[in-house]
């Protein structure tokens, strides 16, 4: 009872703070600053070209009337249309998402196939050298620079070595677009030379977005083992002479699981926006990239309607999280 | 006090956290003395057209840029700025983040509520996404770029307040103390207070790097801090059209963000073994446990 | 046991858990290790088998022999095979936290009978089934005779699905499959309602005899080893001061702080008496013996000299320059001496 109290508790409070979020963003794109009229319109605009702008994309209204308008549309699943494009937002967003969300994708398999090991290692091994040796490995994952890194991989695997190319998503191999995964495509149209080209650009730039995952999953992964370790049943099984392997592996594993998957939901959620750096580097088609230019251009419907979407998937990627959580271990409500 | 001499024992015995606290130093020490280390302090502005794209050689240690400026100069110079973005924005965050978090963990009320609400505002986003917005929407310049970064990272502090706030609440010894009679306010600062002060401390130095690291991405985009700012993220934006022969205008500021991030993040990462199971387990099994 | 030395290494000190710490248990018979709450006998026990912390604890000196081997020196993976679990088996003290919370009941019993009691049995020959079969009608047995009511179906809950006592009978159950010839029973009854507990001590007395297992029984409380145990070992401080046959224990207490022990516990003329003063810390302990600090019968030797242990009556020793013998022991009617004996 308490789980479904606390589960409807939060689905009223997610409205809310999706409209505080609208709010917020809109706050932020329209109140402050510039206008993207002057930049659409351009340097020797007349005044009369200007107006006739404005009004052609409602600028001209009050403020407050805007945001309504906007809440309006919204409702609708309108989420406008970008000044430079001249597309409906959301075809624009629909077309990049596939993008960021294969290199998403690809990046946390990275990092869990990594880290999670890592993890696990280090806190058998604990205190030992080479726990020491990881512990100051994953600081540098956190620590590392992920655009830099991007930039240092085309460098030198790039451009020195010529291993694997400098930008984009693909080359002329692209194959037939059915769901926008390329990697999927290629597999459903069995193209062989659009996988393997595929492949071959996701590499860079996934590595450089795994670096920093990576870090924060071995982390969790390790504290959450090295708390289960400490706990009475597992010294209960070793008083009782279970075997070492036995322990480890049935037991401990399956306890440290929750926080580690966990942890992976909340990277995943993080680096949709959050890749958005990395994306510029590389030329990468998707979401963030999309975002970052908008915001240059002052293209606020973008803006709003492309921060308005990451935020509901992270704040919709955090309820399913915690409400798994109450579910398998019910004294986290109380936290 | 003897407790405190065992704690510095204990942060020069971790290995890890000792290296990262030499590098903070460090890092603080030369922005300080920024003007008399760089070998060309005036290159924060001057230009050497002449001079430019020079690979590294002993007259510039790491080379010059694109203007002709001494790289290893600048890389100095923009710890100073990086140093001072953060430390201003930390500070912010604190202001606000540590007081609202208190009232929110202690009274938990209608407002805290409120406060709390905001705060998940804020953090329904990734945080970079954000400040690029502010930051766009304010303009170039340092002080806009401190103001979007705090108004942005606020929230974590005062989440994590709020968390330990409710929690040390909780223990006997808060109820006790009310129950004796002391006023709210006076058990916050007295009680409360000290013993949420660890994870707040750990934060703000992890925080710092990662500061840093959002100021110089926000810089690489281009909305940071104007040039001719020596900024290590907008150094690295200028370098990429002269890559990859010039390798070194891009490679030095990284390490720099790199090197100064991982410093923080030790220490922080030392603090935390350091302070936390002192806190959460009494001691009995202090020995080098980890997290 | 014999001159156990565990000392533990801290941030604050060294503390001498365990100071030359001397007791024996022989075949089929409950002794009782009674002491206050961080006294060492749980260290002690976990001593035993092979569980103390390793860092920060480490064991200095002492040996201790099971069967004629010296445990501390076995063979780590002979002692895991042979000793842990099958012929020294534990109850622990809390038996909620003791249970794996995600794995039901069932899994983990027949993981102990799997890898304890038939890890591979001559008869059939490894095959499997068998022993899964052998290994499920013996846990239902036994369960049956813990009094556990349709224990099929209950191996298939979550341990939060039972109540405190019906755990810990599933633990005593877990401790017998092997037929051990020790079990290190660790408060067993602490965590448990008083009702819960005088059953589980009931059932404990009908299991060492039918079982013929010995125990050693970790307790503070007087009156629940008054229960069940043939001797009692008394230790404060990590030191050993009394070891007496339970009978003569209640009679004639002999050293100063068990007499303050029985005399503080609740009788019935309604007189509460307290111990004065502290437990001495132990990173610095006294030289001599460690009650020093409390005693009201203390000469300035007993602060230097560590005292020996001394048998003043048939099998009743004492580690004390002045034990309090000859005054008689005043006790009302109605009071602890009860059970077994």
Redesign the interface.
Known sequence: MRVLSFILGRLAVTPIIILGLITLVFFIVRVIPSDPIAFIAGERATKEQIVELKQKWGLDQPLYTQYFIYLRQLAKGDFGTSFYTHQPVVEDLMRRLPATLELTIVAVILSVALGVPIGIISALGRNSWFDHLLRVVTIGGLSIVGFWLGIMLQMVIGYQLNLLPLTGRIDLHAPQDITGFLILDSILTWNGKALLSSLKHLILPATAIAFASFAVIARFTRAGVLNVLRSDYVLYEQAMGLPYALIIVKYVLRNSITSTVTQIGLVFASLLGGAAVIEMVFEWPGLGNFLVQSILLADYKVILGVTVWIGLVYIVMNLIIDIAQTIVDPRRIEQ | MKKDR?LWQ?LVQDR?AFAGFLIVFIVIIVGIFAPYLAPYPGDVRNIHLSERLQRPTLKHLLGTDEFGRDILSRVIFGTRVSFTIALIAVGACLIIGVPIGLYAGFYENWLSSVFM??G???L???Q???A???A????RSMPNIILALSVTYWPWFSGIVF?ETRKVKKSVFIEATLALGASSSRTIFRHVLPNVLSPIIIRSTVGM?YTI?TA??LG????GAPPPTPEWGIA?ADA?QY??EA?WC??F??LA??LT??G???LG?GLRDLLDPRLRRG????????? | MKDLVIHFYTDYGVVEAIDQVNLVVNRGEVVGLIGESGCGKTTTARAILGVVPSPPGKILEGEILFQGQDLLRMEKRKFNTLIRGKAITLIPQDPFNSFNPLFTVGTQIMDIVKWKVFPSHPDQGNRSENRKKMGSENVVRMLKQMQIPSPERQLEKYPHEFSGGQRQRIMIAMALLSHPSLIIADEPTTALDVTIEAQILQLLRQLVTEFEVSVLYITHDLGVASQICDRVVIMYAGQVMEIAPIISFFAKPLHPYTRKLLDSLPNPRGVITDIPGEVPSLTNPPAGCRFCTRCEFVEPRCWRERPVMEEIFPDHWVRCFHPIIGSPVLRAEGDLISGRN
Do not use: C, H, Q, Y
């Not at chain 2, 690489?220 to 909305?223: H, N, Q």
């Not at chain 2, 001691?283 to 980890?290: C, V």
């Open positions: 065992v204990k890890v609400r905001i998940d505002i804020f329904s986003v990734p970079i996404v954000l690029l917005a502010f766009s929407a304010l303009g968390a790097g690291l110089a991405a690489f985009i281009g909305v690295i990429r890559l990859p390798w891009a490679t500021p990284g963000i790199f991030v991982m923080f993040n030790m990462d001691g009995r099994e202090a020995t080098k446990e980890g997290e």
